[in-house]
């Protein structure tokens, strides 16, 4: 990057060595970097006391003092191989989060840390395209700023404290229909992987990294008991759910390799991972002439919507599909049949108070 610095004297000595001095009326000179690169922290750092009127050498010090050369990168790096940031997260949390961090050490690496202000965080989550992606990169950047304010004291205050992006309230992705779910065990019956797949995912209302995860050592008794993979180290949620005829009657029918950890394996008799599984069973449902908005989470919204429809309570769904709050389930069941259940309610409120429900008969 280029930085525009005023006052500076620029020669190459007669050892080839390349010089900066600093020059200002009514300031005192001052020698800068031998060999420096004006980009560095430890040269800026030099450059603005020098502006300021103050000893050059205390800057440096300042910067000693906190560890590293006290640079946005230098910060960053560290903090990647800190136990903060590996020991905190899921492995695909934190690929997501080290992607966005070597996107701003990219961006402003070699400036200071102690010279980042607010202005320059929210102009930046300004450039997000979308909401959802500019909640993605403060989450992101928080943990960094807690971590360099309280672990490390790097910096005196939490820039990134009191910022908050509201994501946009959405349906998210489309849950399946019956006729979809009919349509999908039509073209794959049992004994095939899509078949598994589909019935994996419905009967436990499992996220794709659940469902990629199971296997027989997660059966005890009949039931499928096993940990979810989000939030598993800072809020782990275990499962516990009876194994449902049609997802046993799947396992049976497609047995994985007895050496095999998960019920699905790929061509080469290996677990799935999240991206593969995505792209396999992306063809599955074009197989089944179904449309590419019927996705792996499609089925866990649909599978929340039927035991919804099928009068379970908040709570009961809770315990198959791992949610925390009464508050995402809602948000998941948002699609249920509410004629049914209006006509259930009705019926419910009728029964209670003795009345007959009234029934409409059609003109002779």
């Given at each position: 990057?280029?930085?525009e ?23 005192k000179?001052?020698?800068?970097p ?24 205390e ?44 996107s ?19 102009r ?69 992987k ?36 989000k ?15 049609p ?41 089944a ?76």
């Amino acid at each position: 990057m280029q930085v525009e610095m005023k006052y500076i004297q620029h020669w190459t000595d007669h050892l080839g060595r390349k010089r900066y001095r600093f020059r200002r009326r009514g300031f005192k000179r001052v020698e800068l970097p031998v060999d420096g690169d004006p980009d560095s922290v430890e040269f800026q750092a030099v450059y603005h006391a020098a502006l300021r009127g103050e000893k050059p050498g205390e800057a440096v010090a300042a910067i000693a003092a906190r560890g590293g050369s006290g640079s946005v990168k230098d910060a960053i790096e560290r903090y990647l191989d800190s136990t903060t940031f590996n020991d905190e997260y899921s492995p695909s949390t934190k690929a997501l989060r080290r992607s966005i961090l070597k996107s701003v050490s990219r961006l402003v690496g070699n400036l200071p840390l102690a010279q980042m202000d607010r202005n320059y965080i929210e102009r930046w989550l300004e450039t997000a395209p979308t909401k959802g992606v500019k909640r993605t990169r403060l989450l992101a950047i928080k943990p960094l700023f807690k971590w360099a304010v309280e672990s490390v004291h790097l910096i005196e205050t939490d820039l990134s404290d009191g910022i908050k992006v509201k994501a946009k309230e959405s349906n998210g992705h489309a849950a399946w229909t019956d006729e979809q779910i009919a349509q999908f065990r039509a073209h794959h019956p049992l004994g095939t992987k899509a078949r598994l797949a589909l019935e994996l995912l419905l009967a436990v209302a499992a996220r794709r990294g659940d469902g990629i995860a199971l296997g027989h050592q997660h059966v005890k008794d009949g039931w499928l008991v096993f940990t979810q993979e989000k939030n598993r180290r800072r809020k782990p949620v275990k499962v516990e759910t009876p194994i449902a005829a049609p997802l046993a009657a799947a396992i049976e029918a497609c047995p994985s390799s007895p050496e095999s950890l998960t019920f699905l394996t790929n061509e080469w008799g290996r677990p799935f991972s999240k991206k593969s599984f995505n792209a396999w069973f992306r063809k599955q449902v074009a197989a089944a002439g179904l449309p590419d908005t019927c996705v792996p989470h499609g089925l866990r919204k649909a599978s929340c919507v039927t035991m919804a429809e099928s009068d379970c309570t908040p709570h009961e769904i809770m315990s198959v599909s791992g949610h925390r709050t009464l508050k995402e389930v809602e948000r998941y069941t948002r699609g249920a049949d509410h004629k049914r259940l209006a006509a259930r309610a009705q019926a419910k409120v009728a029964a209670a108070n003795n009345v007959v429900p009234l029934t409409v008969v059609a003109d002779r």
